[in-house]
């Protein structure tokens, strides 16, 4: 058994299913970033709490998850090698893009001496 942990954002939308033992399950895909700008596309499955969880996200959701893998290796429609993973899912976290950089505020200048008393409530 291969267990693993892929970071990435779900491509469509997750699929709530029912195996023909009227099992509900959620089946979904991953992409993940490869070497040189490539993806790795990582099927998913997952069952009871982690599927629902999965079924409520939406295409796009930046997700890390962790199970059991299998990886696969096929010839593609052009003659290249190409691989794969399967994921049965027993964990998954979702994640935040990168925060918008904050940009402040220009702070605008008070008038020279505005708002500035030096004596207080001094008294002679």
Request: hydrophobic share 35%; net charge positive.
């Amino acid at each position: 058994m291969i267990r693993a942990l892929c970071t990435g954002t779900l491509y469509g939308s997750p699929q709530s299913r029912t195996s023909a033992a009227g099992k509900p399950y959620v089946t979904g895909k991953l992409r993940a970033d490869g070497k040189d700008g490539s993806s790795v596309w990582c099927s998913l499955i997952a069952f009871s709490e982690v599927g629902e969880r999965l079924a409520s996200l939406q295409q796009g959701a930046a997700v890390s998850v962790s199970g059991r893998i299998e990886v696969s290796a096929w010839i593609n429609r052009d003659g290249e090698a190409a691989g794969g993973l399967s994921m049965m899912v027993d964990e998954l976290a979702t994640l935040k893009g990168k925060p918008k950089p904050r940009t402040p505020k220009p702070r605008q200048p008070e008038a020279a001496g505005a708002g500035f008393d030096d004596m207080g409530d001094w008294q002679p």
